[in-house]
């Protein structure tokens, strides 16, 4: 298995993927097993890999899962990724507030469901965060309170911690925090 940056041969497999893994595309069966909230332009995870970083775990030449990250300026396009960000005044981690760090955001994230649990996500995340290093102090994702598997991958898999709550369309996500590798006294 390989954990790298997004290639151009890679695409095709990170749109399959998503369309594998939609909210919209799952029985409420498979929604248990995790799922994506929203879709994706090729365009955009293009624009994110340009702006931050698009990770691909590869096996045999196939996209068994992508980690994306992107700048908080490209996010605010999407109503409920600028629902989250409106948040930052209210939140802190690390023993500062987060809007007074310099913060991408984490996702979307997706591991082909006959991949799960083989470490492809803490794999990427760890190519991840080689990418970061030096850049920011902090990568803020969200995760659907109606995704269990999704919130225990990132808190008890990864780490990360959980810094608040927000609510978009009548649903509830819970906001996690993770250090990007800049220190405080870095400019970013």
Known sequence: MQFRRVCDAD???VLALQEDNLLENLSPEARRDGFLSARFTREQFVQM???????????????????????IEFNLQFP?????????????????????????VYGPVCV??????RGLLRGMYRALLHEL??????????VSKDNPRSLAAHVEGLGMTGIGEFEFNARHY?????AGGASANDQA
């Open 112 to 117: 082909d469901r006959g991949f799960r649990a």
């Open 11 to 13: 695409w095709a497999g």
């Open 80 to 104: 409920l990724l600028a629902a989250m960000i409106a948040r930052y005044a209210d939140l802190s981690f690390a023993g500062r507030p987060l809007s007074a760090q310099t913060t991408c």
């Open 174 to 178: 819970w906001i996690l925090a993770f």
């Open 133 to 142: 290093a030096g850049r920011y102090h902090a990568g803020v994702a969200f």
């Open 49 to 71: 890999d340009a702006d931050v970083a698009v990770m691909v775990a590869v096996d045999a030449g196939r996209v068994a899962g992508y980690l994306c990250t992107s700048s």
